[in-house]
């Protein structure tokens, strides 16, 4: 999924080697223009309309809705913002992306779900970490809307992510098309109060394919589908 086109093999094993690298010993690790900007545009122009179809939906066509499919709005770590697990395309984004992912973090991994945030103005998240499922995460930033703030004053809602020599968090401020990888399970990451309209960030999650979980789909059959579907052993 990166623009990778006119780089060289060499070049590419090197940059590979470089990033997972800085990856094991960091625990994070900052992909920019990990896809175009026209790409990142498009999933931006998706996700808004996904949003206001929900939002219909929940006023006009209640038989019709369905919270697991069509997304929700409110989540607990994130109460005033649309959510959406295992949505068919950023779930086709998820697993064309695996193996970019694994050559950057330098681990064979495992797809296991995506979820999307439309963030809305004033929300918080808070600090934690995630699930087994999310052993290695990334976050893609995809599109914002800042246009009631004043544009002098280039503002970039960062995440924060822990780091070793830095317990306050390190922030990280992503454009469309970047993206974060991190160690979902072992590292904090939150952010503060958004003061933009909205903002729209895709989460990537995977396994280690030899790792203690493996937990391949999260459990799911197939993609696309959500996480009510699960396989229980």
């Keep these: 999924m990166e623009t990778t086109e006119n780089t060289s093999p060499e070049s590419l094993e090197d940059l590979y080697k470089n990033t997972s ?21 498009l999933i931006y122009q998706y996700a808004l309309v996904k949003a206001q179809r929900t939002d219909f939906m929940t006023l006009y066509a209640k038989d019709d809705y369905r919270p697991a499919w069509d997304g929700r709005f409110g989540d607990e770590q994130a109460p005033i913002s649309y959510n959406c697990y295992g949505d068919p395309f950023m779930d086709t984004i998820l697993a064309a992306s695996a ?43 995809v599109g914002y809307n800042t246009s009631n703030l004043d544009p002098s004053d280039n503002y970039n809602w960062p995440m924060y992510v822990e780091a070793e020599d830095t317990p306050d968090g390190v922030p990280i401020h992503l454009e469309p098309g970047d993206l974060i990888l991190y160690k979902g399970c072992e590292v904090d990451h939150w952010r503060e109060k958004f003061e933009g309209l909205n903002h729209v960030q895709v989460f990537l999650h995977y396994n280690e394919a030899n790792g203690t979980y493996n937990n391949l789909l999260d459990g799911r059959p197939i993609l696309g589908i959500p996480k009510i579907y699960q396989q229980r052993n």
């Design 99 to 141: 193996k970019t992912v694994s050559n950057y973090t330098g681990v064979e991994l495992v797809p296991t779900y995506s979820y999307w945030r439309l963030y809305q103005q004033g929300e918080v998240l808070a600090r934690h970490r995630d699930r087994e499922s999310c052993e290695i995460s990334a976050t893609l930033c």
């Design 21 to 41: 690298k800085y990856f094991k010993e960091n625990n994070y690790v900052i992909l920019k223009d990990f896809i175009d900007t026209n790409m990142a545009g």
